[in-house]
């Protein structure tokens, strides 16, 4: 969170790619996590950015259709041997198609939600798509950065 407020907030590509580092937070929580715990973390998280973005409570809505929706894409994506009781979403656990499908998914649908909060119409549509995409490879990309670095290719017992 200090990471995004200090230092995200100011790393931008061309003026369209915007890196959202915060929600590695949330994406990166465990997969058994109460989904009650998971919703009252976003709000905290997204309300904690508004405050210092000055924004109005968008980082706060979009973070907490994020986590709304992660335990019902969990499910999809869920393998043919089920979850174990303590898997964390780790790109060297559970594979580079699972991770990517994970992250791209839930990583746009925080983004679109976002930049179209921000706009509070449709009308620039073809800016807004493009800030959409970029930011989400963006985040994405530093996403994959993050969990190469600081998470352990081996599962926690």
Known sequence: MTMQILLMRNMVLFNMAFCFIYIAFLLFLPIQMPKVFLL?????????????????????????LLAFLRPYVLYVLTPRDDYELNDSVNVHIM????????????????????FFLELGSFRQIGFTLAKVFLSTL??????????????SERRSR
């Open 40 to 64: 009252v973390m976003a709000f905290v998280s997204g309300i904690t950015v508004d405050i210092f973005y000055d924004t109005i409570g968008i980082n706060a809505a979009s973070c907490v």
């Open 95 to 114: 594979g580079w198609r699972w991770f990517s499908v994970y992250a791209l998914f839930l990583v746009f649908i925080h983004h679109f939600f976002l």
């Open 138 to 151: 963006f985040t994405f990309l530093v996403l994959v950065i993050i969990q190469l670095l600081f998470f």
